[in-house]
């Protein structure tokens, strides 16, 4: 599993390249007002709420200034740390994305209101269907969780560690097995 993780981030590099979709320019996937880092643990909160908001798994538009730049993002199957790397695999990820349904199950802030030095920390639980854009068009369909931890000085993320309540063998399976008729017609198509 780990190869076919590589093997997609070398894809999506490569689809990139060729459609030059990556604007070098500035920082990705950021509107402008959201170019500084938060000023408050509570504005942390909510510019997080809104990424999810706004799919950002899955549309590729993500706060960047969210997270420091040498922040640690983890899965199940890799880990590495870089911001550009993760906002650049999330807006690659939309060439094999041809539906997606997500549904938050849990939001949970573990010191939000917390006493100097006290990190915060914020626990995400949904429900993610994607169907992929492959000949056979499987549908992954899992529960996602991930750990936002943030630093308490700077406020920004320095760790995004995804969980997957699946197991790799299960994992397996979805990706190579065709996805059910009736269940890629009730995954919304993704509109990037």
């Not at 626990?123 to 499987?138: E, S, Y």
Request: charged share 25%; net charge negative; proline share 5%.
């Amino acid at each position: 599993l780990k190869a076919v993780w590589a093997a997609t981030e070398l894809f999506g590099q490569a689809a990139a390249a060729v459609s030059k979709s990556l604007d070098k320019g500035g920082v990705s996937g950021v509107d402008a007002e959201l170019a500084d880092a938060p000023a408050t643990r509570g504005e942390a909160v909510q510019r997080l709420r809104d990424d999810y908001d706004r799919d950002y798994f899955v549309s590729g538009q993500v706060d960047a200034a969210l997270y420091a730049e040498d922040c640690v993002f983890a899965d199940p199957f890799a880990s590495f740390a870089g911001r550009q790397r993760f906002i650049d695999n999330l807006q690659n990820l939309g060439a094999f994305i041809t539906g997606a349904s997500l549904k938050m199950l849990d939001y949970d802030v573990v010191g939000e209101q917390g006493k100097e030095g006290e990190p915060l920390v914020v626990l995400t639980r949904l429900v993610v269907k994607l169907q992929l854009n492959l000949p056979w068009k499987p549908v992954l369909a899992w529960v996602w969780g991930v750990r936002h931890e943030f630093d308490p000085a700077s406020l920004q993320q320095t760790v995004h560690k995804e969980s997957w309540e699946v197991s790799a063998g299960e994992g397996v399976r979805q990706l190579f097995s065709p996805g059910s008729e009736v269940v890629r017609s009730k995954i919304p198509p993704v509109g990037r």
